[in-house]
């Protein structure tokens, strides 16, 4: 068994069985609150079935996810209802989802809009521009190029089908470098300039901002006040959980979703794994490459 295949199904057992010990806990706390669970937000990467490739949903998983938010009695909006929630206080309705794709693979055209168009579900994009129309590979899959494991990033062309098939294009930066590793000034750059190449080719203001990587580990305050400088509305996080009203709208957190099964799927929308956030944190961050390294599943 491959090192990623092994990951990911201790992966799935260790989400399942805390979301099963922590799901009736889960279910009567939020009761009590009336449930402060304003908004979840998915976060994908890849879309397609090329085996030992990380990071990716295969096809027909994603499907099946998609086609469980309704049966477990969510509704997907799109980016200008979290806009107008968080900047003008507008209601989300019940159960809100956000469905959102890191990285701008071209199987996401591919493979990922056919199912949300079958479903009507809107979808925002978070696109880094070096890696636009460009052959090379984002730096965490050089290491797959050597196995024969090629992921192409989209084209501008391929950039606005997608925005005119109804998935938001906003801002990945450029580089595909955690903030935190940039000088603020260089950050700054990557911040402004983005937006502002993204506005020019799509004709429309960009108003979002998703941190690479987006651990607690990869970005720092002083990139939230970059944003707000740059004109940004929100900022998207890869920290664990749910977001309530009153969540830091530049900071808002989003699950990343695996090759979940329905069981644990609905658990960690539900919020019963939401202790899992603890992995993003700087002290998590540096465990995670600890345990990576150890499985040989280390990567950019």
Known sequence: MRAERAK???????????????????????????????LRVLMYHKVNDQLENPVTVPTG????????????????VGLEAVLAHYVDGAELPPKAVLI???????????????????????AVLFAPLGYVGDRRPLPHDEHLVQRGIVNRTLDWGELRELEQAGVRIESHGISHRPLAELEID?????????????????????RAFAYVKGSEAHYRPVHLSLL??????LGFTS????????????RLRRYNVEPYPPRTFELVLAGACDLISLKDTVAGTHARRALNAALGTSSK
């Open 186 to 206: 260089e950050s700054a750059r990557e911040i402004a300039i983005s937006k502002l190449r993204l506005e020019e080719a799509l004709g429309r203001p960009v």
């Open 239 to 250: 920290v664990s959980g749910a977001n309530g009203a009153d969540s830091d709208r530049f």
């Open 8 to 38: 990911q199904l201790l992966k799935n057992a260790v989400y399942r069985t805390i979301g099963e010990m922590s799901t009736t806990f889960t279910h009567s706390l939020g009761a009590a609150n009336g449930d402060a669970r304003t």
């Open 61 to 76: 998983r994603f499907a099946e996810q998609m086609g469980l938010l309704a049966e477990f009695g969510y509704t997907v």
């Open 228 to 233: 707000r400088q740059a004109g940004y509305d």
């Open 100 to 122: 959102t794709f890191d990285d701008g693979y071209r199987d996401n055209l591919e493979n990922a809009l056919p199912t949300l168009q079958k479903h009507g579900y809107p």
